[in-house]
């Protein structure tokens, strides 16, 4: 095997800076973990377990320096939305399906990695992935909700419905839970912000401000985990806590590959990877590009393959590059992958040593962490740009907010990738045809409706904005055939090909078509600024020679000459 | 009402005219539309049924003046397909499910009017028609084989397996039927080519010659109910015949719209629907621009709508313009749809007064007239086109092609429309992107690769030939990153955008992060040739101020112009 590049050139200089990002990274992702097993209905070991070997994998493949992997907000409401509509409820074969779910998310990381599948998610736009992110992070925060107030909502609730249950339920809250979990958030975001402003404020130096400020989740499960044992709040003010997680690490085990169970999960798989190698990738292209490093995509597919299927057999479920947590660690000065084997390292001691701690941290507790872990994935500027520069990219955002939120997750994403392409393929459908003419004595030619320009009578040239493929085939026709109808004056028409770069089997035809129409009607066709792998193609074919060779030129103006000559001859 | 054009214009020396074309059509349509009922395995009453009210129907408000409305062979086999797939069995089940399909085919229709939907038949590429097509017809005329041999076959299968049923029972056949098949096929072929021929030779008026070419098929139903009759073949020779059809006109009736069923059949309808459009709006198309008339395909989606929703309220199933027939119409020299209206008071006098006579007509004369209505469909000549000009284009043929051959109908359909928007998404998510430089001393600028051309070491001017959109933009940015890294003297990017007439908003924010990593580089952005419509939008955007007005430029030439003098300062 050859050794990456930052083994290669590592400088003992950067441990330090590894080290503490990697502590503070361990401090955030063990509650945090805990709190995502939660929303995915498993145990927290699970979540812990996802949080070891996956890391180690991930430092060895992955092409990212600083992404931080392990158990994530989407992908957790995603598993546990895919387990609860399959019905698979009972808690030992849930964590059997979610092993084999990893499995299965690995698997086709690898797979779409061989096929050089990588590039697919280029079809998800910016605004669809905002909207879909914004609205999952409201779905994983309001599922929060019922840990807060100790309410017993179901999973998988659209947002509408757990406002609904939560409101007519509110009466039954546990006031002592939901005094935790409100103290919690409050604890947080005063370790988030206004802390965090003092401490600069007061010249601490940024590496202890960092870990200070980072420690907000550490504080409130130290003081959620206090109050607890002290008061005994499980038992005599019925706070929900986690109880016990099993000691020591996990042991290897080979996941349930049944077949019936296999099918069952796998289109749920392939939206769970397509999902997380998405949300890992654009996190880690948005650090690199800070730092000028490269991410290779390809490269990623094996990283997140190998981390899940070591998920999946360290008794884990799917994970992927987190946000918050990437930025936790970049943030906090993290090198190299270096850092990210320390957080395995620290994750796997709390597992050796400290789980009994864990009994007693209240559930509302790693709600509260939650919420404000994800709140900031809520974004609203993304809307409003969108908005301001083009209303169907804003509407096809806003369309996938609301069905992820109203409807469901994966509905939400499929139906954002389906607009965004049907929009795009209609934009396409409807090119932009201009008549153009000269700009003065020049040899410019431009639009006659947005410039002064000179045109002739018996010549219509035009331009066509776009390639020519099947679905604006029938629009160019009609357009062209409407131009030449209203205008009998016409005797040339010249077709400019400057913006088109390639043309299909169907707009051929198409042409062919016209060529034939003008012909009938006494019209000549000309082409002009064909580029040359079009031209490549065209020569193989009849049209060219039923067009001429001759009646194509390499500039409009030499067009534009030519025809004029011939008229005064 | 406004009266459509035909009517105001109408001169009645085409009076004859159109009653010619009337009688030829019906004289085809009575026997194939019995033969396309039994196709969809339907009673031949249900497909005569189809042949009155609808042509009336349609001929008040389509725009096509040729088109010739009732059962096709497509949405024939489509429809017993789809009645087979839901286990719609039942022969009076199966009649009322079908009047159902008809009225949900019209009402889908006038919706998409509504929903000013005609477009979406642009998004099915000519190569992937002209598969489908080739790929229907055939398994079309192999459905016929068992009235040809008297086998036994379940409809609905795929080519391949229906070869291998007539293979393995070949030996059960009844010579009698085969013989009053395959010399039906001979008689047919014989009226359609050598006789054809023969009349023209022998000098006979065109209308005469029509007339009596086209009566082949009138010519083996003759025939084979007079042998059928006179030798009693049907029970003396057990020759399968049609057997009685109920006397009179159609009773009007209200089709069954049980929500249970409606929902069935709705996905089916939706295809049916799109292809029967799409078949009658192409022949249409292809007639009248022959004629130089104008087809409106919204107008014929009411034409079309009205006639199923005719057809579904007297006793009829889903029907479209036929491709044969239509042909017929028109060269038979159809001015006008009154030729319709006559073909459907011929259907409906046949239906009065011979009904009867159809009793004795041998199944295998009907198989046998389907076989040379649709063996025209089939068409290699566009593969082989497709083949030298795009291969791409021709594997998204085959693909659909064998896809309906071998798997189904509806999966065919569905697989080659989606083939060719990958294809093309594909295309253009990879855009051709050229480094330009000046063509001798001309205003010109051409792609470096393909002309010897100046260029200028610390300028790169690049120009890309696609509209910018979200899956284009890292590709772009990928590549346009690595020109740059690639050689250190560039210390101005100028991005020629003649070719580009849209830029969304994931691209917006892709061209901003390029402006941003340049920058970071120590390296100036600029613009030339930017559309109008695209310069007016980016005018409302923070990007455009980044890059600055003065980094704009109207042409290349001006563009490259300033950066040198720039230089030489």
């Given at each position: 095997m050859i050794l990456p590049d930052w083994i290669r050139t590592y400088d003992k200089s950067l441990l330090s800076n590894d080290l503490i990002a990697g502590i503070i990274v361990a401090v955030v992702l063990v509650?945090?973990?805990?709190?995502?097993?939660?929303?995915?209905?498993?145990?927290?070991?699970?979540?812990?377990?996802?949080?070891?070997?996956?890391?180690?994998?991930?430092?060895?493949?992955?092409?990212?320096?600083?992404?931080?992997?392990g158990p994530v907000g989407l992908m957790s409401l995603m598993t546990g939305a895919a387990?609860?509509?399959?019905?698979?409820?009972?808690?030992?074969?849930?964590?059997?399906?979610?092993?084999?779910?990893?499995?299965?998310?690995?698997?086709?990381?690898?797979?779409?990695?061989?096929?050089?599948?990588?590039?697919?998610?280029?079809?998800?736009?910016?605004?669809?992935?905002?909207?879909?992110?914004?609205a999952s992070a409201i779905i994983i925060a309001l599922n929060q909700f019922k840990h807060l107030f100790a309410l017993d909502i179901p999973r998988g609730l659209p947002a509408h419905e757990i406002l609904y249950v939560l409101a007519s339920q509110l009466g039954n809250s546990n006031i002592t839970t939901a005094a935790l979990g409100f103290g919690s958030l409050l604890v947080l975001w005063f370790f988030k912000s206004p802390l965090l402003h003092l401490l600069k404020s007061l010249h601490f130096g940024e590496k202890i401000t960092q870990l200070i400020s980072r420690s907000g989740p550490l504080a409130v499960v130290t003081i959620g985990i206090l109050l607890a044992s002290l008061f005994s709040l499980d038992t005599r003010f019925n706070v929900s806590v986690i109880g016990a997680i099993p000691e020591g690490l996990p042991s290897l085990l080979i996941p349930n590959i049944d077949t019936g169970l296999i099918t069952q999960l796998l289109p749920k798989a392939l939206l769970i990877a397509l999902i997380g190698y998405l949300e890992s990738v654009s996190i880690a292209k948005s650090m690199a590009s800070q730092k000028r490093q490269k991410i290779n995509s390809d490269q990623e597919l094996v990283g997140l393959g190998a981390a899940n299927i070591a998920s999946a057999i360290s008794g884990g479920y799917p994970v992927a590059g987190g946000f918050g947590r990437s930025m936790v660690n970049f943030t906090a000065g993290a090198e190299s992958p270096l850092a990210s084997l320390f957080t395995a390292l620290l994750v796997a001691a709390t597992l050796v040593l400290i789980t009994p701690v864990f009994f007693f941290l209240p559930k509302a507790v790693l709600g509260a962490i939650i919420i404000l872990a994800v709140l900031p994935l809520v974004d609203f500027t993304t809307f409003l740009h969108a908005w301001h520069y083009d209303r169907t990219d804003a509407a096809a955002m806003a369309l996938t907010f609301f069905t992820v939120l109203i409807v469901d997750v994966e509905i939400g994403i499929i139906t954002g990738v389906a607009i965004s392409i049907a929009l795009y393929l209609h934009r396409s459908s409807q090119p932009h045809i201009a008549i153009v003419g000269q700009l003065g004595n020049t040899e410019h030619y431009r639009n006659v409706d947005r410039h002064k320009v000179k045109t002739f009578d018996h010549i219509l040239a035009i331009r066509v904005d776009e390639n020519l493929y099947f679905a604006n085939t029938n629009y160019l026709e009609d357009t062209l055939m409407r131009l030449v109808a209203d205008n009998t004056a016409i005797r040339h028409v010249l077709f400019i090909c400057s913006s088109i770069s390639f043309i299909d089997t169907s707009a051929l035809e198409s042409l062919d078509n016209i060529h034939y129409r003008l012909e009938k009607a006494g019209i000549k066709f000309h082409l002009a600024e064909v580029k040359g792998p079009v031209m490549d193609r065209l020569n193989k074919t009849s049209f060219i020679k039923k067009v001429g060779v001759e009646n194509i030129y390499l500039s409009t103006h030499q067009a534009m000459a030519a025809l004029n000559r011939d008229e005064q001859k």
């Open positions: 509650p945090q973990s805990m709190a995502y097993g939660l929303l995915a209905g498993l145990p927290p070991q699970v979540a812990l377990y996802s949080s070891v070997l996956p890391l180690i994998l991930y430092a060895a493949f992955g092409s990212s320096r600083t992404l931080a992997v387990l609860l509509e399959l019905g698979i409820t009972e808690p030992v074969a849930m964590i059997a399906a979610a092993h084999t779910l990893a499995l299965l998310v690995g698997v086709i990381l690898l797979a779409m990695r061989l096929a050089r599948l990588g590039s697919i998610i280029n079809f998800l736009s910016h605004p669809v992935i905002s909207g879909f992110v914004s």
